[in-house]
């Protein structure tokens, strides 16, 4: 099977990367293995997520481990040593010296997070393949505990190992004899996906080890690259005339900007923003198609070309959102607004995931704020969906495409705000653009001609998904 080529490439691989640092990413690996492997079952699921995420704090508070600390703490601290005649003991020399060899990349704690979510899907995924060993994988339940998380009795079904879609390579658990060590190494350090992902589940990797994916063909993948160029295009292009990005970072008085001039500005940083993390998503997955593995793809759609909070978080990061769903927000149960007591679950579930993607993402304030704030901006969307359902409006179509034009563009602007306060100016960069559109009626006016510039837009949007429907295409972003 290629996952040995995979398992001895990836060691090779992560010390050219990392140099010595390597042997901290081992460690953490082997420590995870055995969390998974070792301990009673009924604790796998909580040590594993308390070790990650524990994992994500300490990698940015000591900042990668570096020897020369670690020589530091049996040693005593610099105070103590540095009048010694004959220089730091050997110990901090020694340490000092494999800092000195960390690879083309020494800050191996920056992009660790990528490879903390793959840890908990290996040590998850094998967790819920206990429940099915005494069962064929291939014949699984319709709605499998892995994906369903309920204790109803599953309808089985016959599946073609070969020919298995991508839902139930994620579903269907991977084979027992496929959790070993090497598997999980290969899999965690697989390089095309090593950095910055797509996010791949064990299941699903495993999964295309065996059988390559039907979706694996030459021609999509020519045309997948031929995309990949056009994106760098683009980007060299935006640079180029808009330097949005750099006005950003430089602290600006913000209140020296019209409020078109702050709006535009805004706008045209969230595309930066999204080429920004296109780029490399695109040119890795590239790597992984012509690898022969199929990870799912993230950014499906244009920054430009949502209306739809939700549906926004479900296309910008995909595979992330896939992991989540499954991992977290369907084992906590889902969401059900039907009910207060449901509403106030459902809620605080969205908190927990979102508390997660900030501080998955960087341990910082605005980080947080951005999560809280996307969760706030759910709850709008969610009450109009419960309060204005499309089948009471089946008679007057027009009349509900308006009004759904207008919660959209509710919906675009709260969008907006909230990636401005993550990604680009912060909350103090938010506020003083705020008060630079409110100050005047200058800035009202500009705010009302821009809600009908968005209003227009969200109606092109409608008409695409139209489009996608006519030829048979029907995406839930």
């Not at 980080?367 to 419960?386: C, K, M, Q, S």
Request: with cysteine; proline share 5%.
């Amino acid at each position: 099977m290629r996952v040995s080529f995979d398992f001895l490439f990836a060691l090779i691989f992560l010390f050219a990367l990392h140099g010595f640092s390597s042997l901290k990413v081992l460690l953490i690996l082997g420590i995870n293995h055995k969390i998974a492997t070792r301990l009673p079952r009924r604790l796998v699921p909580a040590v594993t997520w308390i070790f990650n995420i524990c994992m994500l704090l300490s990698n940015e508070i000591f900042e990668g481990y570096k020897f020369h600390n670690i020589a530091l703490f049996f040693t005593g601290p610099i105070p103590s040593i540095q009048n010694m005649a004959d220089g730091p003991p050997t110990l901090v020399q020694v340490g000092e010296w494999l800092d000195r060899y960390g690879g083309l990349m020494s800050r191996w704690e920056v992009l660790f997070n990528i490879t903390v979510l793959r840890l908990i899907s290996f040590n998850m995924d094998y967790y819920w393949s206990l429940d099915q060993r005494s069962g064929s994988p291939i014949e699984v339940g319709v709605s499998s505990h892995s994906l369903r998380h309920t204790s109803d009795a599953p309808k089985k079904k016959q599946l073609d190992p070969a020919n298995l879609s991508e839902r139930d390579r994620v579903g269907i658990p991977a084979a027992t004899s496929d959790f070993s060590f090497r598997n999980y190494v290969a899999y965690a350090i697989y390089a095309p996906l090593y950095l910055t992902g797509p996010i791949l589940t064990f299941n699903d990797y495993m999964s295309q080890q065996r059988y390559r994916a039907t979706s694996i063909e030459t021609p999509r993948t020519v045309r997948y690259g031929f995309r990949f160029v056009l994106v760098v295009l683009a980007m060299e292009l935006v640079l180029h005339f808009d330097y949005v990005g750099a006005i950003s970072k430089a602290d600006p008085d913000w209140s020296s900007y019209t409020p078109a001039q702050l709006s535009l500005l805004s706008f045209f940083n969230l595309h930066i923003i999204w080429l920004k993390l296109l780029l490399p998503w695109r040119f890795f997955r590239l790597w992984a198609l012509v690898d022969g593995i199929d990870p799912p793809e993230n950014m499906v759609r244009c920054v430009s070309n949502n209306f739809s909070t939700l549906s926004f978080w479900r296309s910008w990061h995909r595979s992330y959102n896939r992991f989540l769903l499954r991992y977290i927000y369907i084992p906590m149960g889902g969401a059900n607004f039907r009910t207060v007591r449901g509403a106030l679950k459902s809620v605080a579930t969205y908190l927990m995931v979102f508390t997660f993607v900030a501080l998955w993402h960087d341990i910082k304030m605005r980080l947080l704020i951005w999560g809280w704030l996307v969760v706030l901006f759910f709850l709008p969307e969610i009450a109009a969906r419960n309060l204005f359902p499309k089948r009471k409006w089946e008679n007057n179509p027009t009349a509900y495409r308006m009004l759904c034009c207008v919660g959209a563009v509710f919906n675009i602007l709260m969008m907006i705000s909230a990636n401005l306060v993550g990604f680009a100016v912060g909350a103090d960069g938010l506020r003083s653009i705020l008060l630079g559109i409110f100050r005047d009626y200058a800035g009202l006016i500009f705010l009302v001609s821009a809600c009908g510039a968005l209003f227009v837009g969200v109606q092109v949007m409608f008409e695409i998904r139209e489009e996608e429907k006519r030829k048979g295409v029907n995406l839930k972003f």
